[in-house]
């Protein structure tokens, strides 16, 4: 099975700032990732597919970019909303698809 | 776009059986890839099985041999069947629909949109 390694674990933030977030594939996925946003106590919300494809309703401070092992998620100026934690998701040569174990941030 | 609403969670005793239902609306579970993912208390998400449009089904091997999935496609609903249930298996429960998306030279990629609002199993004694 594929395994996804995000760094960092954890990372404060102040809103306006630029923050990246990366995620490490065992091996090659192609452009096979998606990275998702989840607030406390709700759902995981898709924001990025095929590793740089915004879903339709996400704010463009929202990007992502990398292919093959190396992925990356920034967001270009924090807002208060974004305050959450993000995991990133492969599907290549699935199942399974699995999820890097998330990256929580905070202000 | 599409809703899921999950419902059939609870409090079981370790070895119980209880079965998750998943009810779509605006689109139909037998004609989508249909997944079940859990996030146990604290912790980050773990993708636990998906059944195809065709039918065929996987499932992480965690659950292997403990858990079904099914739908019904009358109901347009989706089912996870949970046996044998251990205190790890204490979780929340999405169900989402699987989208595919092509890459570079192949069509294999998926994302998972929409989710429900996840149902809470807890095992216990």
């Given amino acids: 099975d594929i395994q996804m390694t995000q760094s960092p674990s954890s990372l404060s933030a102040s809103v306006g700032d630029r923050v990246t977030i990366t995620c490490r594939a065992s091996q090659t996925i192609n452009i096979y990732l998606n990275w998702y946003q989840q607030k406390?106590?709700?759902?995981?919300?898709?924001?990025?597919?095929?590793?740089?494809?915004?879903?339709?309703?996400?704010?463009?401070?929202f990007s992502g970019s990398g292919s093959g092992?190396?992925?990356?998620?920034?967001?270009?100026?924090?807002?208060?909303?974004?305050?959450?934690t993000y995991y990133c998701q492969q599907s290549h040569s699935t199942p399974p698809n699995s999820f890097g174990q998330g990256t929580k941030l905070e202000i | 776009e599409g809703q899921l609403v999950e419902s059939g969670g609870g409090l079981i005793q370790p070895g119980g059986s209880l079965r998750l239902s998943c009810a779509a609306s605006g689109f139909n579970v037998s004609s989508n890839y249909m997944t079940w993912v859990r996030q146990a208390?604290?912790?980050?998400?773990?993708?636990?099985?998906?059944?195809?449009?065709?039918?065929?089904?996987?499932?992480?091997?965690?659950?292997?041999?403990?858990?079904?999935?099914?739908?019904?496609?009358?109901?347009?609903?989706?089912?996870?069947?949970?046996?044998?249930?251990?205190?790890?298996?204490?979780?929340?429960?999405?169900?989402?629909?699987?989208?595919?998306?092509?890459?570079?030279?192949?069509?294999?990629?998926?994302?998972?949109?929409?989710?429900?609002?996840?149902?809470?199993?807890?095992?216990?004694?």
């Fill in chain 1, 40 to 61: 406390q106590g709700k759902a995981p919300k898709l924001l990025i597919y095929a590793a740089s494809r915004l879903q339709s309703g996400v704010p463009s401070r």
């Fill in chain 1, 69 to 84: 092992t190396d992925f990356t998620l920034t967001i270009s100026s924090l807002q208060p909303e974004d305050f959450a």
């Fill in chain 2, 41 to 125: 208390p604290g912790k980050g998400l773990e993708w636990v099985s998906i059944i195809y449009s065709g039918g065929r089904t996987y499932f992480a091997d965690s659950v292997k041999g403990r858990f079904t999935i099914s739908r019904d496609k009358s109901k347009n609903t989706l089912y996870l069947q949970m046996n044998s249930l251990r205190a790890e298996d204490t979780a929340v429960y999405y169900c989402a629909r699987d989208v595919t998306y092509c890459g570079v030279g192949s069509c294999e990629g998926t994302f998972s949109d929409p989710w429900g609002q996840g149902t809470l199993v807890t095992v216990s004694s």
